[in-house]
């Protein structure tokens, strides 16, 4: 029983957003710096934005390793998180609909997000990061899976 | 169309209109209010051209909501079709609802003060379909009418014929009124209210002290606003411990073949019907002020509409089992709706000891349990809550740790159902231990569903 991640698309998605957003702290910073310390003020500032978009780095990295789904016989399960770890298991016969949704980095990637929807509001099971044409092919496995053992409320 | 006064033919697949009352019970006393009104004006006016324009747009409101009301009496109409209740409404925009009844979880019969007066009953379908935001309301009905309606739509509902006559209902429990406005006035607010004037009283005498003219006077301005808003705050809570035991008054639990019937109201009566395999979850809770005189309260769920919960129904909506009850008479109802599962846990079913630096102040309350049929865990500090879940209801398991958790090797437990207002929690589970429960919860919720089928 291996759990399944998200693609590697989703990585390097994440680290596109994440480069674009460090490019635009780092001139910021630079800049800064710089009016109010001169040169020495402006290489302190690109430091200090050299040091956040590492961590920052690290920290995805931690979140995007930490993504894993499970399709087991009866149940989905999902887990996520680097600090706060989360695990949730949905029986398929308590899906109540499946939806794919796919933002515009997504789209520019290739990839969409699976979320299932059960009767309580408080399940929060949802997979990023798959290509679509496997999130549609897992979208319809697990419509098929929780017709097949769908049970009454 | 026929105007029957009968609504049998409905029953039988015939359009049919509510009944003819329906527009004045329905706006009953906002009609009372503006005559009121109108008639205050015209007799207080003093030939005053301006009071008589008053009178006359106030006369006009009036005549508008009559005819509104009398125009959406006319184009609505419903009936039963084999297993499906459909009503159709709207001049402007035309609704045509559709409730499949295999999907019905309750059947309420709510009569507000007016339609009382006029014999009339309004009766709500209360579906777990997600789509749109009603639920089917049929207002209003006469009083027998509405008994038959939901004697037939339970009886479809269960699958049995239409003309099943309604089951006989054995009393189970009655709620003591006297208690029940006792326990209404017992609200943690006073607390709140308590501690306002405390320190409202000791600011006040502080001030003065050995202070001149313009600082008493000071003292004065804030003792006049602080009385004022502890009288404010009063009032608030005497209007909500009036409401609650308006809606609880005469609080009766009976027990039928179909379900549990339960009536309540002093100026509006409910009688709501809650089949037993819609219960989602039962929860016992004791509110602090309530803990001396060992009272309890027995709520239940239902699968409901997402929307219910923010349209202010769901006070409604949420099925009070028992809104105050000795502890043992809670734990007797509690084992009546869910055979089988105990409303007390043995602290066997405690965390490890070490989840005490997690939650200190609840430790000595927090407990799970679990049997084949029933999910039993237990919360809170100042609010002991009890919460009851038959696992064939489970809609999903959650497990969940911070660093902290991590560190003590602990992990939390959630487990959802369909009814949207609380989740059983086990906090602070030793993680192996809770990582087992997931996949044991998920074989067991599995093997109730099969069994509950």
């Known amino acids: 029983m291996q759990y399944r991640r998200p693609s590697p698309r989703l990585w390097l998605a ?3 957003v994440l480069g674009m957003a460090s490019l635009v702290l780092l001139v910021f910073l630079g800049v800064w710096g710089g009016l109010l310390w001169g040169g020495p003020g402006g290489l302190a500032g690109i ?8 961590g920052s780095w690290l920290v995805e990295r931690g979140r995007y390793r930490s993504w894993g789904y499970l399709e087991r016989d009866e149940d989905l399960v999902v887990q996520r998180g680097l600090v706060f770890h989360r695990l949730t298991v949905v029986p398929f016969g308590r899906m109540q609909f499946v939806d794919v949704t796919a933002g515009p980095v997504d789209r520019l990637f290739d990839l969409a997000t699976v979320q299932l929807h059960t009767a309580a509001a408080a399940t929060d099971a949802r997979i990023p990061g798959l290509r679509s044409a496997d999130a549609a092919q897992l979208r319809d496995r697990l419509a098929t899976l929780g017709e097949a053992r769908a049970s009454g409320l | 169309m026929p105007l029957a006064t009968s609504q049998a033919p409905a029953l039988s697949g015939t359009w049919c209109r509510l009944h003819p009352l329906s527009p004045v019970a329905r706006i009953g006393i906002t009609l009372g209010a503006l005559l009121l009104a109108g008639v205050s004006l015209v007799s207080g ?11 006359l747009v106030v006369a006009a409101v009036a005549v508008l909501g009559m005819v509104a009301s009398v125009v959406s009496w006319l184009v609505t109409r419903w009936r039963v079709v084999g297993d499906e209740l459909q009503i159709d409404t709207g001049l402007v925009y035309r609704q045509s609802l559709r409730f499949p009844l295999r999907r019905v979880q309750a059947v309420d019969v709510v009569a507000p003060l007016t339609a009382r007066i006029l014999g009339l009953a309004e009766v709500r379908v209360i579906s777990a379909g997600t789509g749109h935001r009603q639920h089917g309301r049929l207002a209003y009905l006469s009083n027998q009418d509405a008994a038959a309606v939901r004697a037939q739509l339970l009886a479809l509902a269960h699958g049995l014929a239409a003309e099943t006559p309604e089951p006989p209902a054995l009393p189970l429990f009655r709620v003591d009124n006297g208690r029940l406005i006792a326990a209404s006035l017992l609200r943690g607010a006073w607390l709140l209210v308590l501690v306002v004037v405390a320190v409202g009283a000791i600011l ?3 001030d003065p002290t050995g202070a001149g003219g313009a600082v008493r006077q000071g003292g004065a301005d804030a003792a006049t606003s602080l009385i004022t808003g502890v009288v404010t705050g009063l009032f608030a809570l005497g209007l909500d411990a009036a409401r609650s035991v308006n809606g609880d008054f005469d609080f009766t639990i009976g027990h039928a073949p179909d379900g549990l019937r339960l009536h309540r109201g002093l100026l509006q009566k409910r009688h ?9 979850a039962v929860r016992l809770i004791q509110p602090l002020l309530w803990r001396p005189f060992g009272w309890a309260r027995v709520e239940l769920d239902v699968a409901r509409q997402p929307e219910a919960r923010r349209q202010g129904e769901a006070r409604q909506l949420a099925h009070l089992l028992a809104p105050v009850a000795t502890l043992e008479q809670a734990r007797w109802l509690v084992g009546q709706v869910a055979p089988g599962a105990p409303a007390t846990l043995a602290r066997a079913g405690a965390p490890p000891r070490r989840a005490w630096f997690r939650a200190p102040f609840s430790y000595h309350y927090l407990s799970a349990w679990h049997d084949a049929r029933w999910l039993v865990t237990q919360t809170g500090r100042v609010r002991p809550a009890t919460v009851i879940v038959p ?15 991590r560190a003590l090797h602990l992990a939390n437990l959630r487990i959802d159902t369909a009814g949207r207002r609380w989740v059983a929690a086990a906090p602070c589970r030793d993680a ?5 429960l997931v996949d044991q919860l998920g074989g067991l ?7 509950s089928w």
Do not use: C, F, N
């Not at chain 2, 709501?272 to 989602?280: A, F």
């Not at chain 2, 696992?391 to 958790?405: D, H, M």
């Not at chain 2, 919720?445 to 069994?451: D, I, M, P, Q, V």
């Open chain 2, 45 to 55: 006016a003093q030939t005053s051209s301006g009071r008589t324009a008053e009178a």
């Open chain 2, 445 to 451: 919720a599995w093997r109730a569903r099969r069994l």
């Open chain 1, 47 to 54: 430091g200090a934005g050299l040091a956040l978009a590492a």
């Open chain 2, 272 to 280: 709501e019907t809650i089949p037993y395999g819609r219960i989602q």
């Open chain 1, 14 to 16: 994440r680290q596109a």
């Open chain 2, 432 to 436: 192996d231990e809770a990582r087992a």
């Open chain 2, 391 to 405: 696992l064939e209801k489970v809609q999903s398991i959650r497990l969940s740790s911070g660093p902290l958790l």
């Open chain 2, 204 to 206: 006040a005498a502080g």
